[in-house]
């Protein structure tokens, strides 16, 4: 932890600039979640999280926020849909109970070592369509404006709109773990360096807050 952030001081000012973009915060989980108890939960533990992490290594507050609570939201998503239809496989699932706050990762060590955020990824590659994948991760990992995201992948807002939606169906309908049939058919094969590149880019985006790499990855494949 940075000790010169972990002042009265500094933590008026963590919580002044939490304040101001938890609206956003409440709205991405809403997208993802749909539960109030879970909402609530989700952007609780981005806080405790900001509080936790280097915020003077931060270069864009917001983003790294909006990040922190998707990943949060989709882990929840996806730990939710695991339990109701009773998927063990440790592997799949974030280990997201530290014993104490001091003991706890950062959100960027989380997002680094979590092998719920990999399987998420893998799933998105294997599920979505370029444009879709471009849409959704900057939609609602990043929660740009659906006019932004239009004119960088060159069509219309509503298309956007769209695009999201779908993708959110998509993701929803896969299940966790081997597939085989119809819904094996229905994924593609994402391969190790498309993985790796995307992961990397994503990890890098939401450490840093620089997001033109990742705009250029999706937004150039699309």
Not at 48 to 65: E, G
Not at 133 to 146: K, P, T
Not at 190 to 200: G, L, M, P, Q, T
Not at 208 to 218: I, P
Request: hydrophobic share 40%; charged share 25%.
């Amino acid at each position: 932890m940075n000790v010169s952030t972990d002042t009265p001081q500094g933590l008026d000012d963590a919580a002044a600039i939490f304040v101001g973009v938890r609206p956003r915060l409440s709205q991405i989980a809403y997208r993802m979640l749909g539960s109030a108890n879970d909402i609530e939960d989700v952007v609780q533990e981005a806080w405790m999280r900001w509080q936790r992490t280097d915020r003077a290594a931060v270069r864009n507050p917001a983003a790294f926020l909006s990040t922190t609570t998707s990943r949060l939201a989709m882990n929840t998503a996806m730990s939710t849909r695991v339990q109701r239809e009773k998927y063990t496989d440790p592997q799949f699932l974030e280990p997201n109970n530290p014993e104490s706050a001091n003991s706890a990762p950062a959100p960027d060590e989380a997002i680094e070592h979590t092998q719920a955020v990999e399987d998420a990824a893998m799933l998105m590659l294997q599920v979505l369509s370029r444009s879709e994948l471009a849409a959704y991760v900057l939609r609602e990992a990043f929660d740009y404006s659906h006019c932004t995201i239009a004119e960088l992948l060159g069509i219309r807002p509503d298309n956007v709109r769209q695009l999201v939606s779908r993708a959110r169906r998509r993701i929803a309908a896969a299940r966790p773990g081997p597939v085989s049939g119809r819904a094996a058919r229905g994924r593609r094969r994402a391969k190790a360096s498309e993985f790796d590149c995307f992961v990397r880019t994503f990890r890098a985006a939401a450490r840093t807050g620089n997001l033109r790499a990742l705009e250029r990855l999706l937004c150039g494949r699309a």
